[in-house]
């Protein structure tokens, strides 16, 4: 977790893109920090972060291109290239201890929690250019409404039915974690092809909010 009052934008081999730099929230994000590590989660804290197309691709998105963003924001690195990887239940795990650690935050705050990541996709290889539409929308499907389930499902399907890059997925489970049980879903947006990826957007609010 990152915890600065900033965040650089990453080179990720054709130059920065040129967009504002990112701002943090540390009283928050310590805050968060500390709440996660007293419930036992072995937390990598950031002072320094230069953050990626995972974070501001979505932004942009959301955003669209302004001169300063609208919010502050508290990146989350989650490993989803090295074995090993977190399993999809202690994704779901950490988002549950999020939204505990938010509420028990003094100030009164509108946080929102974004779970990036492509859908089915495979960039190399043989299998390159795979997508997997009705296994994505599925996957939609449970996360909405039956992440317990949901959390168990292992990595390897993840691979076979979404390309190997498909493992990017458990980062949605950190997010519905910390809605709480019960949701409500207020929009849903799938597109094929975004480059050679599955394009998968939902936005869903705790129900009782």
């Given amino acids: 977790m990152a915890i600065s009052d900033k965040f650089a934008i990453c080179d990720e081999g054709y130059g920065a893109r040129p967009i504002p730099e990112v701002e943090g929230a540390p009283e928050l994000a310590t805050h968060l920090a500390a709440s996660l590590i007293t419930d036992n989660f072995d937390m990598t804290v950031l002072n320094v972060l230069d953050v990626d197309h995972g974070l501001t691709v979505p932004m942009s998105l959301m955003f669209g291109t302004p001169d300063k963003w609208p919010t502050k924001v508290i990146p989350l690195p989650v490993n989803v290239v090295m074995n090993p990887q977190p399993s999809g239940e202690r994704c779901l795990a950490i988002g549950k201890a999020i939204r505990k650690a938010v509420q028990d935050f003094d100030e009164d705050l509108n946080v929102q929690v974004w779970g990036t990541g492509g859908m089915s996709h495979q960039i190399q290889g043989a299998r390159a250019g795979l997508i997997n539409e ?5 996957f939609m499907d449970d996360l909405v409404n039956d ?19 498909g493992v990017e997925l458990i980062m949605w489970l950190i997010m519905r974690g910390a809605l709480g049980d019960d949701v409500n879903e207020v929009y849903r947006f799938y597109h094929v ?5 599955a394009v998968g957007h939902l936005i869903l609010t705790p129900k009782e909010l």
């Fill in 147 to 165: 992440p317990e389930t949901l959390q168990y499902k292992p990595h390897l399907e993840y691979m076979i039915e979404a390309g190997s890059e």
């Fill in 134 to 138: 009705p296994w994505d929308k599925k």
């Fill in 193 to 197: 092809p975004a480059s050679n990826t």
